[in-house]
């Protein structure tokens, strides 16, 4: 698949990633609420590291730089 997501887009989602890991793993968020916060920034791992976010698709969001011909 095309991938739809710009550098900038993939550091914010790693940013926000690991501070969600900190947080859960310092037990400042804890429960149903720090598992789904940690899965949450699991996705944002991964769809940083593809390059791709599904939920973009839909709308015709697309982040990266256009290339010049």
Do not use: E, Q
């Amino acid at each position: 698949m095309k991938k739809n997501m710009g550098s900038a887009d993939k550091i914010v989602r790693l940013v926000i990633a690991a501070i969600i890991a900190i947080l859960y793993f310092t037990n400042t968020i804890t429960g149903t609420l720090g598992i789904v916060l940690l899965v949450l920034a699991a996705v944002f791992v991964l769809t940083s590291l593809i390059g791709l976010c599904p939920l973009y698709l839909p709308f015709g969001i697309n982040t990266c730089k256009l290339k010049k011909n």
